[in-house]
């Protein structure tokens, strides 16, 4: 610690050899006269620490410094490389080490002796004063104090060592370091003006896979406070992270301000392809007088937008082309799971939730051990505008009554190979399928309530005809308990829109520039490459246990019955074989879907389960409970109310 301090006494010269920094002849008369009264501040320093009697090798070489005085103009502005023999730190740093104490055992203790001769009032008059001033300078040690002219004392604290910055004049903060910044740290970040930028409402589409998050939907306003922020750091969502980027990027003042709307709520752990948010951002449209405007529109160059937004002020909007490169902006600001698609202009009436004329949906799932037909004889059943109420998640506190959704197709259909990348099809696992499935819009939780009915139909548990039973609202008024499909195979793959409401715009230049698309797909390539390898990895490891020979004793070899052994020997895949037949007469194993199963010892039917109570009786339960003081919010909210959340 104390080798830094002489570091800042050692005299330069240039003969020596060092890269100089600063030039003097460069130097401005206010900046030269700076350096000069610095170093008459280390001379103040030296002269105190001399008066004071300390004797220590650093002191000794620094008296024979040059004062500032007798320095050369070479010395006294130049600064010279660290690495260079005689180097002297420049004089701009000096309170970095002068604010070093000098230890105490570097301290002759015959100095101490000169306490001998004060008197007991003059003891406490010197303790209470040092004690004031370690109090200043809180975390600093110090040694014992010596006798001094108080008017003048260097503020010499009285446990370890001296801190040379009061003597030198610099202020020492509660850690005893320099309380004035360095001109890089104490300037100011520049705030950034959104008055000067006019601002376009725009749809961006992404997508994100859903098991790193805790579903799409932010916890409140996620950046509004610390207390938000803590939450968002410890339960991320997509819609935090994208607001961490839009804010990042200057693109938007604030989260309550931006218009947001979203077109689907997805719950933990689905993923989505196409997902759709709206809000007003920044944009490089520029504002216009009337005039100019008139000019404008007259001529054709540009749009003229008139916002309540902007002030009702004339915009000309750029060319898209010209626009801010929204896509790349975010991209780079969010994590690799997230990925902007693209953008669009929409319209300020424009809503992503409102105006999707329909949304898509697809589960994936592995066809082994089930049934494709009789699902697909289910799922049939499905089509039209029907009543769901038994296949969704009822949250009472929506005082949701309407339950009619209408799907407009659904099929299930096989992973197509070339986008799949999960196998060669040649054994049942690697058989995939995939649930395609259309509609309007959706109850919370109805897709994997539907998915969870197909795989009980799949596995020869229901017959088809469940789902017209349990579409019979008035046949079966509360929904049975059953277990819902996971959440992971679950993806929002799509949002329509009439392409009069929104153009999607995936690279700026159509037909010149592909550089977007192509670092999209490079970015969810690496993720599937790390992805994937873990599949291999887990499926390198189910053949080679597969694989695995099993020894047979020569006392099994004329056992009935085991006439499908090779010979001394038994493959791992007659044993399973074996186990599964055997498991099965014991246990039912419930597909849910993603890899999970359900064991149940009795398998009990859907319809002869125990059931919720209606609707009605639920709601007015909750009402009842905790709604008296919302009826008119809720009153408003269900006439518009339809919780995509899947």
């Excluded at 104490?186 to 992404?206: I, N, P």
């Excluded at 109805?446 to 009980?456: E, N």
């Excluded at 074989?577 to 419930?590: G, I, L, P, T």
């Excluded at 002869?608 to 919010?633: I, L, Y």
Aim: aromatic content about 8%; glycine content about 6%; hydrophobic content about 35%.
């Amino acid at each position: 610690m104390f080798g830094s301090l002489g570091g800042a006494f050692r005299p330069t010269f240039a003969a020596f050899g060092g890269r100089a920094w600063r030039i003097a002849w460069r130097m401005s008369k206010t900046r030269k006269a700076n350096v000069r009264k610095r170093l008459r501040e280390v001379d103040s320093v030296i002269d105190t620490l001399v008066a004071s009697g300390v004797e220590c090798k650093q002191l000794k070489l620094a008296k024979v410094l040059p004062k500032e005085h007798e320095m050369l103009p070479r010395d006294k502005y130049t600064t010279f490389s660290r690495t260079a023999s005689k180097h002297r730190k420049s004089v701009h740093k000096v309170p970095h080490f002068t604010k070093r104490p000098i230890p105490h055992e570097d301290m002759s203790m015959t100095d101490t002796a000169k306490y001998a001769e004060w008197s007991r009032e003059s003891l406490v008059e010197r303790l209470l004063f040092l004690e004031k001033q370690r109090n200043e300078a809180t975390g600093t040690n110090g040694i014992p104090a010596v006798e001094t002219d108080q008017t003048n004392d260097p503020a010499i604290d009285t446990d370890v060592g001296i801190n040379v910055d009061i003597a030198a004049g610099v202020d020492v903060d509660a850690d005893g370091k320099n309380a004035q910044k360095s001109r890089k740290q104490s300037k100011r970040e520049r705030q950034f003006d959104f008055g000067k930028f006019s601002e376009r409402k725009v749809a961006l589409k992404f997508s994100y896979f859903g098991w790193p998050y805790h579903g799409l939907a932010r916890q409140g306003n996620a950046l509004g406070s610390e207390e938000k922020r803590e939450i968002e750091s410890q339960f991320p969502t997509v819609e935090g992270e994208i607001f961490k980027a839009l804010a990042k990027c200057k693109l938007i003042t604030g989260e309550s301000e931006c218009d947001y709307s979203r077109c689907g709520r997805t719950d933990r752990g689905v993923s989505g392809f196409g997902q759709v948010i709206a809000l007003y951002v920044r944009s490089t449209g520029k504002y216009v007088s009337e005039e100019e405007a008139a000019e404008i529109e007259r001529n054709g160059t540009a749009e003229i937008v008139r916002e309540e937004r902007n002030g009702n002020r004339p915009v000309a909007l750029p060319p898209n082309e010209r626009e801010l490169p929204y896509v790349n902006m975010l991209n780079k600001s969010l994590p690799p799971e997230i990925r902007i698609l693209a953008w669009a202009p929409v319209k300020a009436d424009f809503s992503a939730r409102f105006s999707c004329k329909s949304r898509f949906y697809r589960y994936f799932f592995s066809g082994d051990g089930l049934d494709i037909d009789a699902m697909r004889d289910a799922a049939s059943r499905y089509v039209g505008t029907r009543d769901f109420r038994n296949f969704c998640r009822l949250d009472p506190a929506k005082q949701i009554t309407n339950f009619e959704r209408t799907v407009i197709d659904i099929a299930i259909n096989p992973v197509p190979p070339k986008v799949s990348f999960v196998g060669d099809g040649q054994c049942p696992e690697s058989k995939w399928w995939q649930l395609e499935l259309r509609g309007t819009a959706f109850l919370w939780h109805q897709v994997r309530c539907m998915m969870a009915i197909l795989f009980l139909v799949g596995q020869g548990l229901e017959a088809p005809s469940i789902v017209d039973q349990l579409l019979d609202v008035q046949g079966v008024g509360g929904k049975p308990e059953y277990e819902m499909a996971a959440d992971t195979p679950l993806v929002l793959a799509d949002c329509v829109f009439d392409r009069a409401d929104v153009d999607w715009i995936y690279v700026r230049n159509p037909g010149q520039d592909a550089a977007n698309m192509a670092t999209l797909d490079r970015d969810i390539l690496r993720q599937w490459s790390h992805l994937n390898t873990q599949a291999i990895i887990a499926g390198a490891l189910l053949q080679n246990l597969r694989n695995t020979v099993i020894p047979v004793p020569e006392s099994l070899k004329s056992v009935e019955g085991m006439d499908v052994l090779e010979d001394q020997e038994d493959r791992w895949a007659n044993c399973r074989a074996r186990y599964a037949q055997s498991e099965k007469q014991r246990v039912n194993h419930v597909v849910v879907g993603g890899g999970a199963i359900k064991v149940l010892r009795n398998y009990v039917p859907i319809l002869d389960r125990k059931r919720a109570d209606p609707v009605a009786m639920r709601n007015q339960a909750w009402f009842e409970r905790k709604g008296q003081n919302k009826r008119p919010k809720l009153a408003h909210d269900s006439s518009t109310e339809d919780n995509n959340a899947l």
